[in-house]
């Protein structure tokens, strides 16, 4: 644990067992899958043995409860439904209240959640992780920019995932000074070759017809680019195997029709956890084809490359190309390029060596600079910071 040297002004002592309270707020939390909610449930059950942590959510029905998952307490407030991808909780603020944590932790962007706080009366310090610009939504932007930028006035810390985030926000370039990077890091110790993993990548493989097999793990969704993928794989001589759900599954197998190339992509759907390590084992290279600033950092190729895979990802303005090196861990492209995409995957397709290299190099960086300790002690010097 990481030691607290100079004097906390609050009427709390930190030190030995009296924990940190810490109220993280978020849209979804586990068992939904997605990067946010993954990196919520991993810092706080990284510090769960030194921070007290509540964790503040939408529930997808109209029904709050309160869980414990994995040790730590969830509320999920009763939700309307969702307006832009965003669960519309009206007891949100009551709860906030409540809750009365030494620090909020909220990650951007979930606009009711963060206009819910600013309609509380809080006395809690606010750190806040943002994870990417809102993108898509303009209009509801241009009404929703002014309340968001008195939001983030608040904060007393932001972290961000890459340096490349800080630099090409054009929210962030307002609030430099409160920025900090902490990498997103992952359990790798998940990832370590096992005889059990090898012979569930071995069925893999063998499902997928055991030659030149090209992954994609995520959901579904417009931003991931997945439709630029189909399309290379006319071009591409293997097996695409897209694992996970979402809203772009029958357009994309409808696409995979019309082309021609149905029959080499399987639909896998939703991957069960203990078998996901497996899965990256069992392909050849892993492709990340996303095509806009929704895509924060793409957790998934860090997943990739612990198990020595290289990757194949897209030059966003983003913490993507900082989690995937081009030349060192793997090769960027353009996005919405699916020619040049279909010659990337070629590429490692055909040459083993350059496979194995870069897959090596990747599980060398993952393990030194992106581990889940190291995400959380950088985490908790956070917290201690802001209280001292």
Same mark, same amino acid.
């Given at each position: 644990?990481?030691?607290?040297?100079?004097?906390?002004?609050?009427?709390?002592?930190? !030190?030995?067992? $009296?924990?940190?309270?810490? !109220?993280?707020?978020?849209?979804?939390?586990?068992?939904?899958?997605?990067?946010?909610?993954?990196?919520?449930? $991993?810092?706080?059950?990284?510090?769960?043995?030194?921070?007290?942590?509540?964790?503040?959510?939408?529930?997808?029905?109209?029904?709050?409860?309160?869980?414990?998952?994995?040790?730590?307490?969830?509320?999920?407030?009763?939700? !309307?439904?969702?307006? +832009?991808?965003?669960?519309?909780?009206?007891?949100?603020?009551?709860?906030?209240?409540?809750? &009365?944590? *030494?620090?909020?932790?909220?990650?951007?962007?979930?606009?009711?959640?963060?206009?819910?706080?600013?309609?509380?009366?809080?006395?809690?310090?606010?750190?806040?992780?943002?994870?990417?610009?809102?993108?898509?939504?303009?209009?509801?932007?241009?009404?929703?920019?002014?309340?968001?930028?008195?939001?983030?006035?608040?904060?007393? &810390?932001?972290?961000?995932?890459?340096?490349?985030?800080?630099?090409?926000? %054009?929210?962030?370039?307002?609030?430099?000074?409160?920025?900090?990077?902490? =990498?997103?890091?992952? *359990?790798?110790?998940?990832?370590?070759? +096992?005889?059990?993993?090898?012979?569930?990548?071995?069925?893999?493989?063998?499902?997928?017809?055991?030659?030149?097999?090209?992954?994609?793990?995520?959901?579904?969704?417009?931003?991931?680019?997945?439709?630029?993928?189909?399309?290379?794989?006319? *071009?591409?001589?293997?097996?695409?195997?897209?694992?996970?759900?979402?809203?772009?599954?029958?357009?994309?197998?409808?696409?995979?029709?019309?082309?021609?190339?149905?029959?080499?992509?399987?639909?896998?759907?939703?991957?069960?956890?203990?078998?996901?390590?497996? !899965?990256?084992?069992?392909?050849?290279?892993?492709?990340?084809?996303?095509?806009?600033?929704?895509?924060?950092?793409?957790?998934?190729?860090?997943?990739?490359?612990?198990?020595?895979? =290289?990757?194949?990802?897209?030059?966003?303005?983003?913490?993507?190309?900082?989690?995937?090196?081009?030349?060192?861990?793997?090769?960027?492209? %353009? %996005?919405?390029?699916?020619?040049?995409?279909?010659?990337?995957?070629?590429?490692?397709?055909? *040459?083993?060596?350059?496979?194995?290299?870069?897959?090596?190099?990747?599980?060398?960086?993952?393990?030194?600079?992106?581990?889940?300790?190291?995400?959380?002690?950088?985490?908790?010097?956070?917290?201690? +910071?802001?209280?001292?």
């Amino acid at each position: 644990m990481v030691e607290v040297k100079c004097k906390i002004k609050a009427k709390r002592n930190f !030190l030995k067992n $009296d924990k940190i309270k810490v !109220l993280q707020v978020n849209k979804l939390y586990y068992p939904h899958i997605g990067g946010v909610e993954k990196h919520v449930q $991993d810092v706080a059950e990284a510090l769960a043995d030194r921070v007290d942590f509540r964790v503040l959510v939408a529930n997808n029905r109209f029904k709050t409860v309160t869980e414990t998952i994995n040790g730590i307490e969830v509320t999920k407030i009763a939700s !309307l439904g969702s307006i +832009s991808s965003a669960p519309i909780a009206p007891t949100f603020g009551c709860r906030l209240r409540r809750a &009365k944590p *030494d620090i909020f932790h909220f990650h951007f962007p979930y606009p009711p959640g963060e206009l819910s706080y600013l309609l509380t009366k809080t006395n809690g310090k606010l750190v806040v992780t943002y994870h990417s610009d809102i993108v898509r939504q303009k209009k509801l932007l241009a009404l929703y920019r002014p309340l968001m930028m008195r939001f983030l006035k608040k904060a007393d &810390k932001i972290l961000v995932s890459s340096p490349n985030l800080i630099a090409n926000s %054009p929210v962030l370039k307002h609030f430099r000074s409160k920025c900090q990077v902490i =990498p997103f890091g992952i *359990d790798t110790n998940r990832f370590m070759f +096992s005889p059990q993993i090898e012979k569930k990548a071995a069925g893999f493989r063998k499902r997928f017809n055991n030659k030149n097999i090209i992954l994609f793990t995520g959901r579904l969704a417009y931003y991931k680019g997945l439709s630029y993928l189909v399309e290379a794989m006319k *071009d591409i001589d293997g097996t695409l195997v897209l694992a996970g759900e979402g809203n772009e599954r029958s357009r994309l197998e409808n696409q995979a029709n019309a082309l021609g190339v149905f029959k080499r992509i399987i639909f896998l759907g939703k991957i069960a956890e203990q078998d996901l390590p497996a !899965l990256y084992y069992a392909c050849d290279v892993f492709v990340l084809p996303s095509i806009a600033s929704s895509e924060a950092f793409g957790l998934v190729q860090l997943e990739a490359e612990a198990c020595g895979k =290289p990757v194949v990802s897209t030059d966003l303005p983003t913490g993507v190309p900082y989690a995937n090196l081009h030349g060192k861990t793997g090769l960027i492209v %353009p %996005p919405k390029n699916s020619p040049v995409l279909a010659e990337a995957i070629n590429k490692l397709l055909n *040459d083993p060596k350059m496979r194995k290299d870069l897959g090596e190099a990747g599980k060398e960086r993952v393990n030194s600079q992106f581990s889940l300790e190291a995400m959380a002690a950088a985490v908790l010097k956070v917290y201690e +910071s802001c209280l001292s």
